[in-house]
């Protein structure tokens, strides 16, 4: 694995978003890492911070977002792979508790 390359960490197989591990800017290369082997690579279309989300799949509008094989919200819009996914796409789980 190359250590100088941008990383995003998968928690859970089901999970849609990954969690960044560095701020990264549009257009960068990230490596998605799950169990500490890389499983995938994409492009990411918006400059992020540490710990945000970006998506992994594409996200329908309505469609639940998983992160640690959990709902932590709903997509409020369609959000593309390697989109920041934040309070301006999504909807929180827990606001309709």
């Not at 500490?36 to 989300?53: F, T, W």
């Not at 469609?63 to 369609?78: C, D, P, R, S």
Request: hydrophobic content about 40%.
């Amino acid at each position: 694995m190359n250590t100088n390359s941008k990383k995003a960490i998968l928690l859970n197989k089901k999970d849609n978003v990954v969690t960044i591990l560095s701020p990264i800017c549009k257009g960068e290369s990230i490596e998605i890492v799950y169990n500490g082997e890389v499983v995938n690579k994409l492009i990411v279309l918006d400059d992020v911070e540490v710990y945000h989300k970006i998506a992994l799949v594409p996200i329908e509008a309505g469609e639940h977002i998983y992160k640690y094989g959990e709902v932590i919200g709903k997509a409020t819009q369609f959000i593309k792979v390697g989109q920041h996914v934040h309070i301006h796409n999504i909807e929180s789980a827990r606001r309709n508790r």
